[in-house]
């Protein structure tokens, strides 16, 4: 038998204390679908590299992913698991078959799940290379995307969706999105393509917005990416109007497009 290293039968412990059954050596029963052979396979895998140093509780459970606290090296780290029996991984199949990055991948379906959790870290990193909030991508290994813990404590930050602003906050928090968006697209070539209330972590004592949730981004060729522009653009105002923030939407996609445009 293999001999496990003490990190990895931490994880072992901790996975047996999220209440995963061990059926025998070779099958292990999971709770929430989460943790299939592959993934806690791939969990081991992060452990014994060191990026991973204990699991924590769950933080999130998604459509398509689950997010976790972990503790990482010295610090805290948030754990995105894209499950591997998602039920939306055709849609998946949609955002990465328009983008030239992807064009050598198989088309299976865990390839894909691969794929796109590779493609989240990528999209991460290109937005925080161009000085966008947004977590600083760890590493990432098969469905696993180890990222930056955003929050204080072992507590996330509250999503935009939670946070009663005050018509001046709002305004700054507004400008300051939209100025990401503008970076997004001119600088890192990207468009979010799910952005909205759900997708922004507020800090409540600075107000900085952290764009998350960047699997579904799209680079510039996308067939769709102007109109995934359109959507984003939509989802913001429509959740900032209430503060009377009432811009036309066509001018902010013509002021973020611009510099293309003018190329
Ligand atoms: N880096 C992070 N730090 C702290 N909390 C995070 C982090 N990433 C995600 N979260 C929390 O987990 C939740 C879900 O994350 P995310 O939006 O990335 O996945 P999702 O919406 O479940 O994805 P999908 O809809 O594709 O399944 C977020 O709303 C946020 O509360
Ligand atoms: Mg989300």
Redesign the pocket.
């Known amino acids: 038998m293999v001999k496990k290293s003490k990190d990895i039968r931490k994880l072992d412990t901790d996975v047996d204390k999220m209440r995963i059954r061990r059926k025998d050596s070779e099958h292990l029963k999971v709770k929430e679908n989460v943790f299939d052979e592959a993934t806690l396979k791939a969990l081991y895998d992060l452990a014994r590299k060191g990026v991973i140093e204990s699991l924590g509780g769950s ?2 459970t ?4 689950n ?1 976790f606290l972990a503790e990482g090296k010295d610090k805290n780290i ?1 754990l ?1 698991i894209y499950r591997i029996s998602s039920s939306t991984f055709n849609s998946m199949d949609e955002y990465i078959r328009g983008d030239p990055r992807f064009s050598n991948i198989r088309h299976k379906k865990k390839d894909i799940i691969f794929a796109w959790t590779k493609k989240e870290y990528r999209n991460l990193m290109r937005a925080r290379e161009c000085g966008i909030a947004a ?1 600083r991508p760890i590493d990432t290994h098969k469905n696993i995307l180890a ?5 204080e404590g072992d507590k ?2 509250p ?1 935009l969706k939670e946070v009663k602003l005050s018509e001046q906050s709002a305004q700054t928090i507004f400008g300051t999105i939209i100025h990401y968006l503008e970076i997004l697209y001119n600088e890192a070539k990207l468009v979010h393509g799910d952005l909205s209330e ?2 922004i ?1 507020l800090d409540p004592s600075t107000l900085e917005p952290y764009l ?2 960047m ?2 981004s799209v680079t510039l060729e996308h067939p769709s990416a102007n109109d995934f522009l359109k959507r984003d653009i939509r989802n913001l105002t429509r959740h900032f109007k209430k503060y009377g923030i009432q811009p036309d939407e066509e001018e902010l996609l013509r002021i973020i497009t611009e510099k293309q445009r003018n190329k």
């Open positions: 933080i999130s998604g459509k398509e992913a997010v948030a995105k977590p990222m930056e813990f955003i929050g996330p930050y999503l759900y997708n972590l998350i949730d699997g579904q």
